[in-house]
T-cell receptor, first 113, second 114 residues
Framework: KAGVTQTPRYLIKTRGQQVTLSCSPI?????VSWYQQTPGQGLQFLFE???????NKGNFPGRFSGRQFSNSRSEMNVSTLELGDSALYLC????????????FGQGTRLTVV | AQSVTQLDSQVPVFEEAPVELRCNYS??????LFWYVQYPNQGLQLLLK??????LVKGINGFEAEFNKSQTSFHLRKPSVHISDTAEYFC????????????FGSGTRLSIRP
């Protein structure tokens, strides 16, 4: 079966702009979670959506938001981009949540200039 | 709240030698524990997980880990490594509740020397 698909793979944006990243989970998975990975901060949890509802949220400013659609596809939005938002953004899907196996996409590499 | 500490940021080993990557966690509640591997320019892949039951957990690619509740550890081991095991390894913890967040360790970079 198809894996988790993240689009686009690479993105370059200018400070102050906004960006939307997309994640298509594995068919049948209802939980989608997002992570930011940087060399300095490591892998940090952004938020988790389950059946279109945000169930968990990490410690990120309100500029980071997301949503999940009825087909479980999820989008993540970052507004007013800052240089420090440059990172690899990973999405993972699972059947029910963190206690079931999470499958990760290859990520979107965002560079803010 | 939970936290995870990976004690080694880098571990160099020779090919076919055994390896242990250390992970300690802190939590006031019962936890699920995971090890993930990340190859260059890739997402994370689950190696193994501890949910309950036997404390010795076997995963993919010949890896295994032992859950030690008294020492709050979940060390990852492999008896003989290969060049293809070169990657970054992440330990992670989450609580039982669906409201629990997942916390990742800072990662251990495993480099295999021929």
């Amino acid at each position: 079966k198809a894996g988790v698909t993240q689009t686009p793979r690479y993105l370059i944006k200018t400070r102050g702009q906004q960006v939307t990243l997309s994640c298509s989970p594995i068919s049948g998975h209802r939980s989608v979670s997002w992570y930011q990975q940087t060399p300095g901060q490591g892998l940090q949890f952004l938020f988790e959506y389950f059946s279109e509802t945000q169930r968990n949220k990490g410690n990120f400013p309100g500029r980071f938001s997301g949503r999940q659609f009825s087909n479980s596809r999820s989008e993540m939005n970052v507004s007013t981009l800052e240089l420090g938002d440059s990172a690899l953004y990973l999405c993972a899907s699972s059947l029910e949540g963190f206690n079931t196996e999470a499958f990760f996409g290859q990520g979107t590499r965002l560079t803010v200039v | 709240a939970q936290s995870v500490t990976q004690l080694d940021s880098q571990v160099p080993v020779f090919e076919e030698a055994p390896v242990e990557l250390r992970c300690n966690y802190s939590s006031s509640v019962s936890v699920y524990l995971f090890w993930y591997v990340q190859y260059p320019n890739q997402g994370l892949q689950l190696l193994l997980k501890y949910l309950s039951g036997s404390t010795l957990v076997k995963g993919i690619n010949g890896f295994e880990a032992e859950f030690n509740k008294s020492q709050t550890s979940f060390h990852l081991r492999k008896p003989s490594v290969h060049i293809s095991d070169t990657a970054e390894y992440f330990c992670a913890v989450t609580g039982y509740s669906s409201a629990s967040k997942i916390i990742f360790g800072s990662g251990t970079r495993l480099s295999i020397r021929p």
